[in-house]
Nanobody, 127 residues
Framework: QVQVVESGGGLVQAGGSLRLSCTVS????????MGWFRQAPGKEREGVSG????????YYADSVKGRFTISRDNAKNTLYLQMNSLKPEDTAMYYC????????????????????WGQGTQVTVSS
């Protein structure tokens, strides 16, 4: 049974930091690229960051470059997103997702390209 479980969200003031975690089970983590997506009320789900199975390739949306860092620990089947210098516009539900991709590149960061999803963790940044 596939499980994707996010944690680490919460309420933080602008300029603060949060670290999201995503622990998975039920599939071979090493065969999957992983991504973080977010969705604010009334907006479409957008890709925030992605990482290849090996960690050698990463993707960041322009809005988070230089502030967010994605990483993974394949031994622990866990994905992370370190979020620094948070802004009110970062407020959203954050989702972890898996994409079967044994290559070292990320070619698709759209939601349909990811097959396994978590339930999300809320991040709220106050001004």
């Amino acid at each position: 049974q596939v499980q994707v479980v996010e944690s680490g969200g919460g309420l933080v003031q602008a300029g603060g930091s949060l670290r999201l975690s995503c622990t998975v089970s039920g599939f071979t983590f090493d065969d999957y690229a992983m991504g973080w997506f977010r969705q604010a009320p009334g907006k479409e789900r957008e890709g925030v960051s992605g990482i290849s199975w090996s960690g050698s390739s990463t993707y960041y949306a322009d809005s988070v470059k230089g502030r967010f860092t994605i990483s993974r620990d394949n031994a622990k089947n866990t994905l992370y997103l370190q979020m620094n210098s948070l802004k009110p516009e970062d407020t959203a539900m954050y989702y972890c997702a898996a994409q079967w991709n044994p290559t070292t590149t990320i070619t698709d960061m759209t939601p349909p390209g990811f097959g396994y999803w978590g339930q999300g963790t809320q991040v709220t940044v106050s001004s």
